[in-house]
């Protein structure tokens, strides 16, 4: 009779417990997420008011997803993993904190960086059928705001030029303070030239290159950031007298970011305005002023991206030739030969590329124009197709000439 009263009070007490576990196990069912924030060394992002870019877009929505439902542990387990290894950091904790209406609650991830890291990062790998191969490889040791990197690179694209030597920079974060960075940039090249450019520029061109260039940098308000420095450039011809000149400049830069979102929609708009003022009274031997602007849309949709990038720029009085704007590379006027539109390039430079993207596939249409003050203007245009997965791009790109097809072949591993 002992047993059966014990086994009676057993079988009537397993819901009690059944129930109470239940409920512990299942407290994410009573609590809506309100907001959550994500803060790391010196900065915070309210997902609910801000539109700030510390965070990738692809981790941001799946986030921003979960504000509006109920309480998922897995999923912010999930979400702490993957932004540990966006950001590389030490740890990523996350916390419920009791939300401002009843039943509703905050979560709050905490982003504790490696106080000391070393990386290795190629910014650039590609080829390019009518300049070769160019790349760059660089080496960063962080130790909490102060990064210091070394870097080599060849690069026969962007510039007239090829430039191949040592980069070296070290950079400040947080300069007293989250909105100032500082840079401190040496670096050293060794040049080689087109035979037409060289023969065309004379005694212009040189083949050694120098630059000190320390910039600071302001985060005037969230979307916009200026940045002012100077840049000592010497230049060196191998010749019998070893002739050295100085291009000292002004530099001072303007970018505008800013994003929009809704359920279906991405919308980025980018400007940006760079200035470089060779000066006398900086004992520079060229008097210049270099301007340059960018405009850039890009509309995400789902696995559709429309990107349309406009540019321009001016220069007056006499530059270096480094200076002197190239279309016909693997970004402007792709498919058409930098040394054929102008060896020497030009002081006046217009350029759109309209890109469409769906998945993996790519389509591009790019027209521009370069040219010297008082010349005329001649447009030119080209078409290509491409596959692109992350920074690794695979394209051939058409310049449509007068009755001719001369396809160029691209490659390239951007970050």
């Known amino acids: 009779m002992k047993y059966l009263w014990i086994g009676c009070l057993l079988v009537a007490g397993c819901p009690i417990f059944a129930g109470t576990q239940d409920s512990e196990f299942n407290v994410n069912t009573r609590y809506t997420v309100e907001n959550i924030l994500v803060a790391?060394?010196?900065?915070?992002?309210?997902?609910?008011?801000?539109?700030?870019?510390?965070?990738?877009?692809?981790?941001?929505?799946?986030?921003?997803?979960?504000?509006?439902?109920?309480?998922?542990?897995?999923?912010?387990?999930?979400?702490?993993?993957?932004?540990?290894?966006?950001?590389?950091?030490?740890?990523?904790?996350?916390?419920?904190?009791?939300?401002?209406?009843?039943?509703?609650?905050?979560?709050?991830?905490?982003?504790?960086?490696?106080?000391?890291?070393?990386?290795?990062?190629?910014?650039?790998?590609?080829?390019?059928?009518?300049?070769?191969?160019?790349?760059?490889?660089?080496a960063t040791a962080t130790l909490n705001h102060?990064?210091?990197?070394?870097?080599?690179?060849?690069?026969?694209?962007?510039?007239?030029?090829?430039?191949?030597?040592?980069?070296?920079?070290?950079?400040?974060?947080?300069?007293?303070?989250?909105?100032?960075?500082?840079?401190?940039?040496?670096?050293?090249?060794h040049d080689l030239w087109n035979p037409q450019t060289a023969a065309d520029a004379g005694a212009a061109i040189y083949r050694t290159r120098e630059n000190f260039e320390p910039v600071l940098t302001l985060a005037v308000a969230r979307p916009l950031t200026v940045s002012f420095g100077m840049s000592f450039e010497r230049m060196q011809d191998e010749g019998p007298a070893a002739r050295v000149e100085a291009a000292n400049a002004f530099i001072a830069s303007a970018r505008f970011h800013r994003r929009l979102e809704d359920d279906d929609n991405l919308q980025d708009f980018d400007a940006v305005y760079d200035l470089r003022s060779g000066m006398r009274t900086l004992a520079s031997d060229y008097g210049y002023s270099r301007h340059r602007f960018e405009f850039r849309y890009t509309w995400t949709r789902g696995k559709q991206v429309v990107i349309d990038d406009a540019m321009g720029g001016i220069i007056t009085g006499d530059a270096p030739l480094y200076e002197r704007f190239a279309l016909g590379n693997s970004s402007t006027?792709?498919?058409?030969?930098?040394?054929?539109?102008?060896?020497?390039?030009?002081?006046?430079?217009?350029?759109?590329?309209?890109?469409?993207?769906?998945?993996?596939?790519?389509?591009?249409f790019d027209t521009g124009?370069?040219?010297?003050?008082?010349?005329?203007?001649?447009?030119?245009?080209?078409?290509?197709?491409?596959?692109?997965?992350?920074?690794?791009?695979?394209?051939?790109?058409?310049?449509?000439?007068?009755?001719?097809?001369?396809?160029?072949?691209?490659?390239?591993?951007?970050?």
Request: neutral net charge; glycine residues 10%.
């Open 369 to 415: 124009a370069i040219w010297d003050g008082g010349q005329a203007v001649v447009a030119r245009n080209s078409v290509g197709v491409g596959l692109r997965e992350g920074p690794f791009s695979v394209a051939v790109a058409f310049p449509l000439k007068d009755g001719r097809t001369d396809p160029v072949f691209m490659v390239s591993m951007n970050y």
């Open 333 to 364: 006027l792709r498919g058409w030969n930098k040394y054929e539109l102008d060896p020497l390039g030009g002081n006046r430079m217009l350029n759109n590329s309209v890109e469409y993207r769906y998945g993996a596939f790519q389509a591009f």
């Open 40 to 138: 790391g060394s010196g900065w915070t992002t309210d997902l609910v008011a801000s539109h700030d870019d510390h965070i990738s877009f692809g981790i941001r929505r799946d986030l921003v997803a979960l504000i509006g439902q109920k309480l998922n542990p897995a999923a912010l387990d999930d979400l702490a993993r993957r932004l540990r290894k966006e950001f590389r950091a030490r740890t990523v904790d996350h916390h419920v904190m009791r939300g401002k209406t009843p039943d509703t609650v905050q979560v709050v991830f905490d982003i504790k960086l490696r106080p000391a890291r070393f990386d290795v990062s190629v910014p650039k790998f590609a080829y390019n059928s009518n300049q070769g191969w160019n790349g760059a490889g660089e």
């Open 146 to 189: 102060n990064s210091f990197t070394a870097g080599l690179v060849s690069d026969g694209d962007e510039l007239l030029e090829r430039y191949t030597g040592v980069e070296a920079r070290y950079e400040n974060s947080h300069l007293g303070s989250d909105n100032v960075r500082f840079k401190f940039e040496f670096d050293t090249f």
